[in-house]
């Protein structure tokens, strides 16, 4: 992906949250191919090591820290060490993200509780602990990325959109607290994402029919507003949730 020069991460320090969905090497891949040295926090299911793949085949460092993003002396340890190796972090990318789907009236307690503790405890955690040094240093880019749950409903997600809304306000409100301290806070919202290539099979699907796209998307096309939006370019936006979704919201 060819990178525009006001986009250019070179020198930038980047952490990227991990999760099982496979998309963090193609993202963390698009900020190494801007410039940034990367580094990867998640547990050791989740697809960070094969994020240090995508980074390092771009020719810059990558660092695999192995965390749980929901507690909190984890993640500032996470934090402390990117600073101790790569000297300062610029940018967060609150990747990291759970799936669920199930019947309100069936949803239980603990799984209530892991899904918000996965999807927005971390996002607390992590833009907190990156925060404190990007205050510090008066410059910084957060990234979250979302999903378009954040501003419609979904049959059998309640868990799954309450999440999201609250990364949705999550970006708003600390875009605005701190706007005049450097910090840039934005996010994406992904619409049907899949890292699996299309098939024929696939193409006849009713979600494929409904989008108007005519296909899933894929987090490659994350890749480009990412970059920018972790750039020095993106300086006078803050506080929003750009919307990558083969045009579903348009039906809303």
């Known amino acids: ?10 020198g930038k320090t980047a952490i990227i949250t991990a999760d099982r969905r ?24 989740s ?37 101790d190796e790569f000297g300062k972090v610029d940018i967060l990318v609150n990747n990291a993200r759970a799936e669920f789907g199930k019947p309100f009236e069936d949803v239980v307690e603990s799984e209530w509780q892991t899904l918000m503790d996965f999807n927005v405890k971390s996002m607390y955690l992590c833009s907190q602990a990156a925060g404190r040094r990007m205050l510090a240093q008066e410059s910084g880019r957060i990234v979250n ?12 997600s309640v868990a799954a959109c309450a999440a999201q809304g609250a990364v949705h306000q999550i970006t708003s409100a600390l875009a605005l607290e701190w706007s005049r301290r450097g910090i840039r806070v934005n996010a994406i919202g992904a619409g049907w994402v899949t890292t699996e290539e299309p ?45 990558i979704d083969g045009g579903a919201l348009a039906h809303a």
């Not at 979600?207 to 370019?233: Q, T």
């Open 199 to 243: 098939t024929e099979e696939t193409q006849r699907e009713l979600l494929v029919r409904y989008l108007p796209s005519r296909r899933k998307g894929h987090p490659n096309d994350l890749c480009g507003l990412l970059v920018y939006l972790a750039s020095d370019a993106c300086d006078f936006v803050t506080g929003q949730t750009i919307f």
């Open 47 to 83: 697809d960070a090591a094969d994020a240090v793949i995508a980074v390092e085949r771009q020719g810059r460092r990558a660092l695999n820290i192995t965390t749980d993003i929901t507690d909190a002396d984890d993640v500032e340890a996470m934090t402390q060490r990117v600073v």
């Open 1 to 10: 992906m060819p990178i525009p020069q006001e986009w250019n991460l070179d």
């Open 145 to 156: 990325i979302g999903s378009g749950l954040a501003v419609r409903g979904l049959w059998n």
């Open 22 to 45: 496979g998309w963090t090497p193609f993202l963390a891949a698009a900020l190494a191919e801007a410039g940034a040295d990367v580094a990867i926090a998640g547990s050791v299911r």
